[in-house]
């Protein structure tokens, strides 16, 4: 497990932190359902717990997805990019992704200058994080 | 299209630039492609031109993805996530994305502690390249 963390090129940095970029899909439909940055850390917490974990760079924490909702992300398969700074993350995603209750964060799409909303609304926000 | 603009929320700061994250994924198959960086620039442009535009942080400069190769990303959706730092584009790939040769740049997966490529090779980097 040490090694292949190795293998990733943490080569953001933000706050003190050495970070790659993590793309979440769903495993099934191939959908992509969030992007955030990982660590080290929060990779090595992944691999050993099958559960996606990633660095808040707003909260300057590790993050396990789904703590607060328990809307966890199941991981099936990681890939690597070429320059090692990316990860996909195939998943097996419980509810939904977003916390806004859609069940990707690319809820919206960019059509002829407007913004519209073409995601799903699987939970109601308030009912989930009170 | 500047409205547009000013929805993306570049907050990832890099050498003096404002980026937020771009992921290209096959508009047919939803494979996703590769994760690179864009500024309001590369936006613009991929905005006017229908074809993808980053911001290339180890040149530092706009890249038209294909200047070289010929390989261009033909846009044809465009996702915003939540938070408006990263956007979602949806393109008809030509030929391959990868330089090196692979139709996405996540040709590898990690796997039993092991990186094993997993992707299609379409070209010979050398053929292309030079």
Known sequence: MKNIIEEVNFRIKRDGEDLAIAVAQDFKTNEVLMVAFINAEALEKTLRTGKMHYFSTSRKKIWLK????RHYQLVREILIDCDGDAL????DQ?????????????????????IKVVGK???DPKDVYG
């Not at 996909?88 to 998943?91: A, E, I, P, Y």
């Not at 939904?96 to 964060?105: D, F, K, L």
């Open 94 to 114: 419980q509810d939904a992704a977003c916390h806004e209750g859609y069940y990707s964060c690319f809820f919206r799409k960019i059509e002829n200058g407007q």
């Open 66 to 69: 789904g703590e607060s909702s």
């Open 88 to 91: 996909l993350f195939k998943v």
């Open 121 to 123: 609304r699987i939970f």
